[in-house]
């Protein structure tokens, strides 16, 4: 017999939380995209700076996209 996992319903405060953190990486993302668009522009003054930024950035944006997959999963759920 197969079982299927039973999910446990989300909690409002979990989901405001979740948002909250969203919210937080978002500005913080926002303003890694700034940092790298000025970066660009000023190439190739300080290219060495490119890839460490641009790999932070990318973080950010990964952890994101995380973040948001999450609360749509527990938006469901609730």
């Known amino acids: ?44 003054q300080d290219y060495q700076k490119l890839t460490a930024l641009a790999a932070q950035t990318y973080e950010v944006y990964r952890q994101l996209d995380e973040l948001k997959r999450q609360l749509k999963k527990w938006e469901k759920q609730s």
């Not at 939380?17 to 937080?24: A, G, N, T, V």
């Not at 926002?30 to 190739?44: I, R, T």
Request: no cysteine; hydrophobic share 40%.
């Open 1 to 44: 017999m197969i079982q299927t996992a039973k999910t446990e319903p989300v909690s409002q405060h979990a989901i405001e939380d979740l948002k909250l953190q969203i919210k937080r990486l978002n500005s913080k993302a926002g303003q890694l995209k700034m940092d790298l668009h000025d970066l660009a522009e000023g190439l190739p």
